[in-house]
């Protein structure tokens, strides 16, 4: 499940693709839905949109031009079309996930027996036939240098990717963490805003890299998104602030929701109430220590 409040209708990238196949101009013909993303990296739009995944998930491709495999980061939905694609574009040697949400890991399983790739997850409930990530840990695959860091907020076991080498900044993979339109929920209670915004800090500190999310479209520089995120949680904040005044202390989250985020879609009341409920227990949380 996941991502972004509110949803924001933006260019469907299904479509652009299809659009520019026509055209004839961008996308390779051996296979029309594989989007260039990064000088390492390229990704497959799961066919899974909705008002929490946008367009979809992407499911990035990492490989070094000479090499001859590839790192599939986050399978996506458990969609035969899609993890066939996957495993189709040739060897596939390790398959990573950035978070616990099924439309990342649905299609973990069935990729591993496509491809025989173990996969690997911080959370170890979620790795098949690989070792749980460590943060700080260096993987070396398909030619190419992966940083782990781990980035808590969204969820307790959020991981981010960081590509050093990845074009003239860098590049990192970040998930659910931030994403291409919108803003992140908070998974509230597995999610926590205290933990979010220690890893805005440490995204915003690797400076100008490529932001490639899993949903939503690439993003030129980390550190921009990164610091515009954080304002836009401490502006929330001040807005729930504010409306404790009003309300009372006691407020219940459907009572700060209704004031804070009334202009919200329905589909995505439940993701804007679990955010309430994060945002609340952080203020609750330092009041009371
Ligand atoms: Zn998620």
Do not use: W
Not at 65 to 74: R, T, Y
Not at 192 to 208: H, T
């Amino acid at each position: 499940m996941l991502c972004s409040i509110p949803a924001v209708n933006g260019g469907n990238a299904a479509e652009n693709a299809k659009r520019r196949c026509k055209d004839g101009t961008v996308t390779p013909a051996s296979n029309p839905i594989l989007q260039r993303s990064s000088a390492l990296t390229q990704f497959i739009l799961a066919p899974n949109p909705g008002p929490m995944s946008l367009d979809g998930t992407n499911s990035y491709v990492i490989s070094a031009a000479e090499a001859d495999a590839s790192v599939v980061v986050d399978p996506g939905p458990a969609d035969e079309g899609h993890l066939r694609r996957l495993a189709d574009l040739g060897r596939v040697e390790l398959i990573l996930v950035t978070h616990r949400h099924a439309d990342h890991t649905a299609g973990s399983v069935r990729l591993q027996e496509l491809t025989g790739a173990p996969v690997r997850a911080a959370d170890p409930r979620h790795c098949h036939g690989g070792e749980p990530l460590r943060d700080g840990e260096t993987i070396r695959a398909a030619g190419v240098s992966i940083q782990v860091l781990a980035t808590p907020g969204h969820t307790s076991d959020s991981v981010c990717f960081h590509l050093p080498d990845d074009g003239a900044h860098g590049s990192v993979l970040t998930g659910d963490t931030i994403l291409g339109r919108g803003t992140t929920m908070l998974d509230y209670p597995d999610g926590a805003l205290g933990d979010y915004l220690e890893s805005l800090d440490l995204l915003e500190a690797i400076g100008q890299a490529a932001v490639l999310p899993a949903h939503g479209p690439v993003l030129p520089s980390l550190e921009a998104i990164a610091r515009a995120y954080r304002g836009h949680r401490l502006e929330r904040l001040g807005q729930i602030r504010e409306a404790l005044q009003r309300l009372g202390r006691d407020a219940t989250v459907a009572a700060v929701a209704d004031a804070v985020y009334a202009d919200v879609e329905p589909s995505v009341r439940r993701a804007a109430e679990m955010s309430v409920a994060a945002q609340l227990d952080y203020l609750r949380g330092r009041a009371g220590g």
